[in-house]
């Protein structure tokens, strides 16, 4: 691991402690070297948090790569249910209600996180197509169910929801994809 994903790995750890509100200070304790040091990758927080999210998202857009390259005997409903609620490999437990307060003091960062909700999409769409040509997805408008998808998500970082209601962002998400996959599979009659 290079020093700039060293630095990304102790950054995601300390948000998850302190969200936006953490220090280069506590940055460079977490990781045991100098802000000197951390400065030579980043000049200021704010970028930091923007490697931050591409990071996470370029993640995210490798296990989806892994679960369509796999052979793991999974049906077609069975992956496009793991696509679209993957999270970050060893990400499970970090504090995504923490993300909802990038929309009031970093809405640069904020609008890549909508960005990259919104893109690299292609993946599953064939997946989804093919269940439909499977016959095991009922033939939905696609544009419809990403929409969906990305509204739910978005709205999870744009409003306290999962706060107030003391909600995982990874138990909102799987209940996100639960009812939208759900709601597009073919039901057999005798079911």
């Known amino acids: 691991m ?21 220090t280069m200070d506590d940055l460079a304790h977490e990781l045991g070297m100098s802000k000197k040091t951390i400065y030579t990758v980043f000049r200021e927080k704010e970028e930091i948090f923007l490697a931050m999210v591409d990071y996470l998202f370029d993640s995210i857009k490798e296990s989806k790569q892994r679960v369509l390259e796999e052979d793991s005997g999974r049906t ?11 999270m970050p490999e060893g990400y499970h437990d970090i504090d995504f209600h923490k993300l909802y307060d990038l929309r009031e003091k970093y809405p640069a960062i904020y609008k890549e996180v909508e960005r990259r909700l919104e893109s690299g999409w292609e993946a599953t769409i064939a997946l989804i ?10 033939p939905v408008k696609i544009p419809i169910l990403k929409l969906m998808m990305e509204a739910a998500l978005e709205q999870f970082f744009q409003r306290d929801v999962l706060i107030q ?26 079911e």
Not at 5 to 21: Q, W
Not at 132 to 137: L, Y
Not at 169 to 188: F, T
């Open 76 to 86: 077609t409903v069975e992956k496009i249910r793991m696509i679209l609620g993957i």
């Open 165 to 190: 209601n003391d909600i995982s962002y990874k138990d909102a998400l799987q209940e996100v994809v639960s009812v939208l996959v759900d709601g597009i599979v073919v039901h057999k009659e005798n």
């Open 2 to 22: 290079g020093l700039k994903e060293t630095i990304l790995e102790g950054t995601i750890r300390v948000f998850n402690r302190k969200g936006l509100k953490f």
């Open 129 to 138: 197509e093919q269940g439909i040509a499977e016959g095991v997805v009922r």
